[in-house]
């Protein structure tokens, strides 16, 4: 089965991302689900990166192209605002994860010598996937510092996690995206929650309902179509059995 | 009253660090996670079709900064939200707790069929009850693990002062228990009872890597059992590990003799202290049983 290129993947997440984040910004909370691109952009960045071999370092990845983008974004919060200007902080925030990402991407090449071949693309891309998504959910969830450390390890697990649990002999592009997908819906359902918490106000506001609306129908439809890929891959599926007896 | 507060706020912190401990390793070693993840996940590779519930979510820090992080975050807004009593702390960090373990829930089933989805060429089976009679037990341990991590949060910031906010304190919390949980407490299953049928205390050499017991005293093993076992050691150990150092760190804040230097100062001379007491110990073990075995 043909695979779906890096570049391919990356520029559908990016011009989606944008979308999302302008969406969210003009006040349109349901703009989160233009965020599920980045998410699957980012999820096959790592699949590219750990498929040579890191096994452990699976999580490794996921921590460190997040903690780029986040930071990226974090610090683009702080300085631009992106209800008078929101272009420049599209700009800034994808400018800014792009350089630290090649850069660490670069580092970890030249220096470290980890020898992944495409780690500074792959890295670079993670970065701003992550940042795009963490860009959108401070704009969703407000300043409070006290949520930052949500949104940053939320969203590292969202993306480290669907090539970690499809790890092995039979793994596929395919079904790894689509648990990827299923893990965004997830997250977006968890960060509207979330957001309907940090609004305040004693009853939720229409945004937020219309974010957990989305996120758990997405969901629904993520789980029916990776269910049927699961069913078509797997050797075999029993309520309950012994393993045939070997020694 | 602020010396008694700290006081109370130091006990408090370590019996609740050593709770925690104690539940953290029970949890991950519920689900296989970490050192055993591998372990079993070879297992089919080389023959040794299992029953035991693989959960495939990240290492054990990642994972529960999230728990931790998501229920101290839903009982920090709450308790901004409806006020900030003991009370209402207690009641918002079992509200917080819940929600997180249906998060791991979800991952926990996603990495389970995930993983045997790409077995297939091992001729390994989904079994529905070995992933749905070990889950509840797992999300069990995975609540008290994230309810305790939140109060311990709640108990840093508020009764020893923390600058931190309760969600930031939460993520160091878990990260450092899982780390502490994969390092102390899953040797104990990932190493030794999974290896039962090896010397004790042999190792894990490459040539024998996935060849793990998958028969118990009858029948197959399953994932429930696994937790009674290592709760006799690894999860005390476990327990005893972040436990002290939770307690230990405490004690930084009862004095105040050398100004901001006062913390630095008493940790430093702990470290010293527990450094001479380790190297002591080894000296004695050495001199008991021998020098170490050449390969």
Known sequence: ?247 | MAAISLLLGTALAGFLAFLAGIFEDSESNAGSASNPNSQVQLAPQIGNRHRYFNKAISGEPPANALWATTAATIAYLLTAHFGGDAFSVLIASIIGAAASTLLLCAYGALSHISRIASMKNFEQTLYWDSLLTPLPLDAAYGFLTALILTLLAFAAHGLLGNPFSVPLIALFFGITIGAIGSSTGDIYYGAERLYQHYIFGSGIPISVQGDIDVKGEYGYRNSVDTPYFTMRFGGLVTGLAFGMLIFLDAWSRLFTFAGVWTGVIVVSVLVLIILIFIYLLEVYTRKRYGRYAED
Not at chain 1, 20 to 26: S, V
């Open chain 1, 1 to 247: 089965m043909k695979e779906i290129q890096i570049h391919t993947l990356f520029g559908a997440a990016l011009l989606s991302g944008i979308a999302g984040i302008l969406l969210i910004g003009h006040g349109i909370s349901i703009g989160i689900v233009f965020l599920w691109l980045p998410f699957l952009s980012a999820a096959n960045s790592i699949r590219g990166m750990a498929m040579y071999g890191l096994g452990t370092g699976n999580a490794s990845i996921g921590y460190w192209g997040t903690a780029v983008g986040a930071t990226s974004a974090f610090v683009v919060s702080l300085s631009v605002s992106c209800r008078s200007t929101p272009l420049l902080y599209v700009a800034a925030v994808v400018a800014i994860s792009l350089v630290i990402g090649l850069a660490t991407g670069i580092l970890a090449d030249k220096v470290i010598r980890m020898r992944i071949p495409r780690i500074e693309l792959n890295s670079a891309v993670i970065a701003m996937s992550t940042a795009m998504i963490t860009a959108g959910s401070l704009l969703i969830l407000g300043s409070d510092y006290g949520l930052y450390p949500f949104i940053y390890i939320i969203i590292t697990l969202a993306v480290l996690h669907p090539y970690n649990a499809s790890t092995g002999a039979g793994e596929n592009q395919k079904r790894t995206l689509l648990l990827a997908l299923v893990e965004a819906c997830m997250t977006t359902l968890v960060i509207g929650i979330v957001a309907m918490l940090a609004s305040r106000s004693s009853i939720p506001v229409s945004g937020d309902v219309a974010i957990v609306a989305a996120s758990a129908c997405g969901l629904v439809i993520a789980v029916v179509a990776w269910y049927r890929l699961v069913k078509s891959d797997i050797y075999e599926i029993r309520w309950t059995g012994y393993p045939p007896a070997e020694h």
